[in-house]
């Protein structure tokens, strides 16, 4: 069966870096494009980035342009995602998710993992 | 960026009632690139709908998709206790991937 299970969260300070991992399994993982998705406490959710299934293609919200960096390694079936710069304001759960093969859509997401910025 | 506005905010029916969820976009959006989760408290969200009026793998058949260009609807025919949950709706098209900003079903 799909699996998408994240890690890597946790309480950083504020200017500080994490690296989010998703780890999959139970699909070729390789051709697949990949998304992270986030959502603050309490609130909705909010698109992050994804990355194409051979990582030819990337593309960021604005409000993480520049800081965050998305990328994959195929042969461990595992995404990830670079989070610089921290600020209050990307204190979220960080979700993964698989995009539909031939459509438009996330049909498999992780549990999620919590990032919570603060001094 | 293609804004999704999402009404009402808060929907209040009863299990049995007819659940109708609006999403209108800012600029014309092909229904190929429309979709809709459920999300539960403290789960992840859980695709309902791709393609605007596409189920996907394993929803039941009282919800369902319509629309086009700007205007899209979900709609659960007969509400269930487990129904009750938020919906967003997002959009595929362009990046950002926006999401609207949720429709909350309660009792």
């Known amino acids: 069966q799909v699996q998408l299970v994240e890690s890597g969260g946790g309480l950083v300070k504020p200017g500080g870096s994490l690296r989010l991992s998703c780890a999959a399994s139970?699909?070729?993982?390789?051709?697949?494009?990949m998304s992270w998705i986030r959502q603050a406490p309490g609130k909705g959710l909010e698109w992050v980035s994804y990355?194409?299934?051979?990582?030819?293609?990337?593309n960021y919200a604005d409000s993480v342009k520049g800081r965050f960096t998305i990328s994959r390694d195929n042969a461990r079936n595992s995404l990830y995602l670079q989070i610089n710069s921290l600020s209050a304001e990307d204190t979220a759960v960080y979700y993964c998710a698989r995009d539909l093969r031939y459509n438009y859509g996330y049909d498999y997401w992780g549990q999620g993992t919590l990032v919570t910025v603060s001094s | 960026e293609i804004v999704l506005t999402q009404s009402p905010g808060t929907l209040s029916l009863s299990p049995g009632e007819r659940a109708t969820l609006s999403c209108r976009a800012s600029q014309s959006v092909s229904s190929t690139y429309l979709a809709w989760y459920q999300q539960k408290s403290g789960q992840a969200p859980r695709l309902l709908i791709y393609g605007a009026s596409s189920r996907a793998t394993g929803i039941p058949d009282r919800f369902s998709g319509s629309g086009s260009g700007t205007d899209f609807t979900l709609t659960i025919s007969r509400l269930e206790p487990e129904d009750f949950a938020v919906y967003y709706c997002?959009?595929?098209?362009?990046?950002?991937?926006?999401f609207g900003q949720g429709t909350k079903v309660e009792i």
């Open positions: 997002q959009q595929h098209a362009e990046a950002p991937k926006t």
């Open positions: 990355i194409s299934s051979s990582s030819t293609y990337t």
């Open positions: 139970g699909f070729t993982f390789s051709d697949y494009y």
